[in-house]
């Protein structure tokens, strides 16, 4: 029986981040994939700006940049078009330039096996973490004590206990099943395809608008459904999705043919890969039951609208790498990782629900309710309106945790993906980056624990704060400037900054009882 402190199933992008993570806070893991080779397929290409900051702190952020497929320059963006591609009518609106003042790092686009095979590179350096690629998972267990996962290659079993069991497997999660752990959500009755092509002709067909990486088709017929292209290189290679008829005799056949359709005429392609998938949001009803941990794909499912999935499975394992490393390291309550499942599960709610769901809804009605034959001048306006969709879901996503018990947040909070972008210091919210004195951005002065940024904040304040921290050994870095440029946008004083980013508290002054708070923030028993 072999042990560790964390035993991860499932080692794609999410996985393989956990345990590096963790590994990196010194933390003992074991990954398990059945895999022995990544999927070629390009599948989720764009990593937002936050995304970006976790591999900057894990190092490689040089790496990933330079694992591109598409040329430094090349436009992140999307096209918006109507009905097809040679209609006529698009619009090419801003979208994640929007929000990149308040985060610390530029997005990045590139196919996931790139991200995954960075990722797997600075695993492979670090000795604490084993990886049991080509082993299937085939049970999960767990007691007051430990977890265990029993894994199987050929004829051979082998067992893997752990302090802690996650499961990142997938939207069929082992782990998730034999966990009990139920799953709702929106399912919307469509099946779609995914289509891998190489095409010189519609290369050159993309022309007729300004570089960007990704093609959305919005035809009415389809009721507010995308079909859209996405590129993968910028000389031939694409993917492209679409629903497929219900009635579809062959869809295989159906999902080319549709390539054409969205194209608005007849293209010559290369088919490298056809798939599908479900269109519906799915979501786990609790991440944690016990010593069980869901995250990822096994936590929640959608459809690629947006980059929001492996963007927000990223977040769900840093998320949880702290705290598990706060509780194993004894300077948190078991209470702490209760709070991982109604902060990253609220946010993905409001991610499937009101932004996913709400975004085909809204498409729907304006493809109901106008055309361009009728009133042109009104078509081009709302048209207009509707392609700015992107850029507007983008600058309300803005995940916070203002409801959680590990935040000071403010009162009658609530957690969720909506909210909105500000410079300003708020507890529950990702910290924006500023300049400090030194030339250095504040980001590059925060601890791998806590950090307590002090603003021309009065020293027994800060030693209030920091002495309590010490006392319970709880790592905290301590950052100290005034409040002159961008600082002062901050509009307080003292930031107590969480591992993962957030503000877990604001104030001019110390808390009345720094004790107290600091207990509460990390599920600590009374004194």
């Keep these: 029986m072999e042990e560790y402190n964390a035993v991860i199933v499932g080692g794609g992008p999410v996985g393989m981040a956990l345990a590096l993570d963790l590994g990196l806070r010194g933390q003992r893991c074991a990954v398990v994939e059945k895999r022995t080779e990544l999927s070629l397929i390009p599948k989720g290409q764009g990593l937002s700006q936050r995304s970006v900051e976790h591999f900057w702190r894990w190092g490689i952020s040089d790496e990933l940049r330079a694992a591109r497929s598409l040329p430094g320059d090349f436009g992140i963006g999307q096209v918006t078009v109507y009905d097809q591609l040679q209609s006529g009518i698009w619009d090419a609106l801003p979208g994640r330039e929007l929000i990149q003042r308040y985060y610390f790092q530029k997005n990045v686009r590139l196919p996931q096996y790139r991200t995954e095979e960075v990722i797997r590179r600075r695993v492979a350096q670090l000795p604490n973490i084993d990886t049991f690629f080509g082993w299937t998972a085939v049970d999960v267990a767990q ?50 395809a995914l289509v891998v092509f190489r095409s010189a002709e519609f290369n050159a067909l993309l022309e007729q608008f300004p570089k960007r990486t990704t093609y959305r088709v919005m035809a009415p017929d389809l009721q507010g459904y995308w079909m859209f292209f996405g590129r993968v290189d910028d000389e031939d290679q694409f993917f492209f999705h679409a629903p497929v008829p219900a009635d579809a005799p062959d869809p295989e056949r159906a999902a080319v043919e549709l390539i054409s359709v969205a194209a608005g005429e007849q293209v010559a392609c290369e088919i490298e890969h056809i798939g599908f998938w479900d269109l519906r949001v799915s979501v786990a009803e609790d991440y944690r039951v016990g010593r069980i941990f869901v995250a990822g794909d096994a936590a929640h499912t959608h459809p690629p609208y947006g980059g929001f999935g ?4 990223l977040e769900d394992a840093v998320n949880l790498s702290w705290k598990l490393d706060a509780v194993l390291r004894g300077w948190a309550g078991d209470a702490l990782l209760d709070t991982y499942s109604p902060e990253r599960g609220d946010v993905f709610r409001d991610v499937g629900e009101k932004l996913i769901a709400g975004w085909i809804l809204d498409d729907r009605r304006f493809l109901s309710t106008h055309a361009p034959g009728e009133d042109p001048d009104e078509f081009k306006k ?146």
């Design 143 to 192: 007691d007051d004590r430990s977890a265990s996962v029993v894994i199987e290659r050929a004829s051979t079993k082998r067992t893997l206990t752990g302090d802690y069991v996650i499961g990142s497997d997938g939207g069929r999660s082992l782990v998730r099943e034999n966990a009990g752990i139920a799953r709702g959500g929106t399912d919307f009755g469509e099946l779609v």
């Design 310 to 313: 492996l963007n927000n499975g």
């Design 382 to 527: 709302e048209f207009a309106e509707v392609s700015r969709g992107f850029g507007k879901r983008l600058s309300t996503f803005e995940p916070n945790y203002e409801g959680s018990a590990a935040v000071a947040g403010p009162a009658g909070g609530r957690n969720g993906a909506i909210g909105t972008h500000t410079m300003t210091a708020r507890a529950g919210h990702h910290l924006s980056p500023v300049q400090l004195t030194s030339g250095e951005n504040v980001f590059e002065t925060l601890g791998t624990g806590f950090t307590l940024i002090g603003l021309d904040a009065d020293d027994s304040a800060v030693t209030a704060i920091a002495d309590v921290a010490r006392a319970l050994g709880i790592p905290l870095a301590v950052v100290r400037d005034d409040r002159r440029g961008e600082r002062a946008e901050y509009a307080t004083r003292l930031i107590l900054v969480r591992p993962d980013q957030f503000v877990a508290w604001t104030g001019d002054t110390a808390p009345d009882d720094a004790g107290t708070m600091w207990r509460r923030l990390l599920g600590l028993p009374r004194a």
